[in-house]
């Protein structure tokens, strides 16, 4: 018999987070996935998984969700989990989601292994792929009986589309404790960027401490704004206050596969490099030529950043017109 | 009001490329640089800061570690934390974030802590598993990936970043709040705070201490087991060449090959 993989889809905008479903596509390819979908929108969301390679789909569409982060979403699943006995519970790695696991995991005493970029079942025993500290892959497995939860980084499956498919729907009727909507979202704020977002962006550009210091940023922002593409940083100046986490890429932060990446005054921490290194053309730039950066680059530049952006800005700018 | 952080010694991830042993599949941490998590400074930081702005409020560390910890936490000492607790125990050698988190807990549950720091996650393991697991084993509330925290009577408030901007969250307190790394400005040691640091009380506490079985916790209470450790595939190396005035050039030609421009 196949084994039941389960996936919780986040909803974003009314629509499954792609997230999730890069990760539901990855547990129909290992057996039988079944999807929860939990809040206001859950219903609409359900309906549609099956493409997306969803046998079966539970549904919880309270609005508490929404408003109350974690402690819902974790005793409804504790239930479920207790109910229904999976192989496995899949999620990508968000933010929720990791709320979500830390809790799961110490109150159904689960196994639990993070930061996966693959996973197969052979015969009985899970076979998990974590890469760690850059040069070392570990295969990692959950030995012990009862559902495991494998955390899966961002970006490490593409969507499978299954045209037409459809799925079978079980809506929850469980009504959720007060107890448990005690963490409560007051508002929300989207912040206003321009260009296009880190994840969505087909070219990054990036920096790192060699820029100095944060006055200089405008220079990456600036050969991003000419290229089309986004502005990223490394963890070290967002550590040293230059800019906010959200532009952060790296194994803490955000995992981004853009066609092109270039990295100015970083130095190749393996932390960045886990976040990047999926890029499909690599350009460096920085002055110490024993950098790590060079070592994952397709084009390295031994050279100032600071001097070297801005000539890029302008030629950049020159050849587009031309 | 009594505050907590919770803090951990880890391999310079500034100079250390961090490897596993192959036999005991355990990181290795002998011959290598260990520091206070980077992540943990900015923590505390933020934790020192809203212990002062209270007022009549006590700060303490807590750690799980080898005996080596010592060295992270009177660094925590010396930025302004007034005490310390190091829990330590050869038992505790391999332990996953379910142990690590039973024992912190456990620890927290004894001080009656209203308000617990963590970071977000460690730059070590990166798993950011233990908050949570510590806030579930108290059976209290987590907020998470803050970068603005106060607190009104009996609530913390927080700005909680997101992907696209960020959310305000409250909850009740005791609570464990995660701090994300580098929305708060760090506080360096002073001189008068290093050597003040030694006055201060550190306690040191066993798994007897806290009445943790030790099947609980290490290795032996681990869920995950490691199968096999192997090298990662390098991504080809490109080509690396000096500036030598031309670099624009030579990038813009490397973009427009690929037509990337």
């Known amino acids: ?322 | 009001m009594k505050i907590y952080v919770c803090i951990k010694q880890i391999p310079d991830p500034n100079t250390v490329v961090s490897k596993l042993d192959p036999n005991t599949k355990r990181l290795v941490r002998s011959g290598v640089s260990l520091v206070l998590d980077p992540g943990d400074e900015t923590t505390i930081s933020a934790a020192i800061k809203l212990r002062d702005t209270i007022g009549n409020s006590e700060l303490v560390a807590v750690s799980m570690g080898p005996t080596s910890a010592q060295e992270a936490m009177r660094r925590a000492l010396a930025m302004g934390v007034d005490s310390a607790i190091l829990v330590t125990d050869p038992a505790l050698a391999g332990s996953d974030t379910l142990g690590t988190a039973r024992v912190l807990a456990a620890v927290l549950k004894e001080e009656n802590a209203d308000l617990i720091f963590c970071s977000t996650e460690s730059t070590d393991g990166y798993t950011g598993m233990v908050p949570g697991g510590i806030a579930e084993f108290l059976a209290i509330p987590q907020l998470t990936f803050a970068r603005e925290i106060r607190v009104e009577g009996q609530k913390a408030v927080i700005k909680r970043v997101t992907q696209t901007g960020y959310q305000t969250v409250e909850g009740p307190l005791p609570a464990v709040v995660t701090i994300a790394s580098g929305s708060f400005e760090a506080i360096y040691p002073t001189m008068k705070g290093i050597m003040g640091a030694r006055k201060k009380p550190f306690t040191q506490l066993s798994l007897s201490d806290l009445g943790i079985d030790p099947s609980q916790v290490g290795e032996a209470g681990a869920r995950e087991k490691i199968l096999a450790i192997g090298k990662v595939e390098a991504r080809a190396a490109g080509q690396v060449v000096k500036d030598d005035g031309n670099a624009a050039q030579t990038i813009a030609d490397f973009l427009q090959r690929y037509q990337l421009l």
Not at chain 1, 219 to 246: F, H, K, M, N, Q
């Open chain 1, 1 to 322: 018999m196949p084994k039941t993989i389960w996936v919780l889809v986040e909803v974003e905008n009314g629509q499954p987070a792609r997230s999730s479903l890069e990760v539901l596509g990855k547990a129909a390819s290992l057996g039988r996935a079944e999807a929860i979908v939990l809040g206001s929108q859950a219903a609409e969301v359900a309906t549609t998984l099956g493409e997306y390679g969803a046998e079966k789909v539970y549904v919880h569409a309270d609005a508490a969700y929404d408003t109350y982060l974690t402690l819902p979403a974790v005793d409804t699943l504790s239930d479920l989990l207790k109910q229904h006995q999976p192989a496995l519970l899949m999620l990508a790695t968000t933010y929720d989601l990791r709320d979500i696991a830390a809790r799961l995991n110490v109150r159904n005493n689960m196994g639990l292994i993070t930061d996966a970029t693959d996973l197969q079942f052979e015969g009985d025993t899970l076979k998990v792929t974590v890469p760690w500290g850059g040069e070392t892959l570990v295969t990692a497995t959950l030995p012990q009986q009862g559902t495991g939860i494998v955390l899966t980084r961002p970006k490490a499956f593409a969507i499978e589309r299954h045209e037409g498919k459809t799925t079978e729907v079980e809506t929850l009727q469980a009504s959720l404790t007060s107890a448990s909507q005690t963490i409560k979202i007051l508002e929300r704020v989207e912040v206003e960027s321009e260009g296009p977002s880190l994840e969505d962006a087909s070219v990054i550009v990036s920096g790192g401490r060699g820029l100095g210091k944060a006055e200089n940023f405008h220079l990456v922002e600036e050969l991003a704004a000419a290229l089309g593409g986004a502005a990223g940083a490394t963890r070290a100046i967002v550590d040293a206050g230059w800019l906010p986490y959200s532009y952060q890429i790296g194994q803490t932060g955000k995992t981004v596969k853009p066609t092109l990446y270039i990295a100015c005054g970083i130095s190749g921490a393996i932390q960045h490099l886990a976040g990047m290194k999926g890029s499909k053309y690599i350009v460096a730039i920085n002055r110490d030529e024993h950098a790590p950066i060079f070592s994952v680059a397709d084009l390295g530049i031994i050279g100032d950043a600071l001097t070297i952006l801005p000539q890029l800005t302008g030629e950049v700018k020159k050849r587009k017109v031309q």
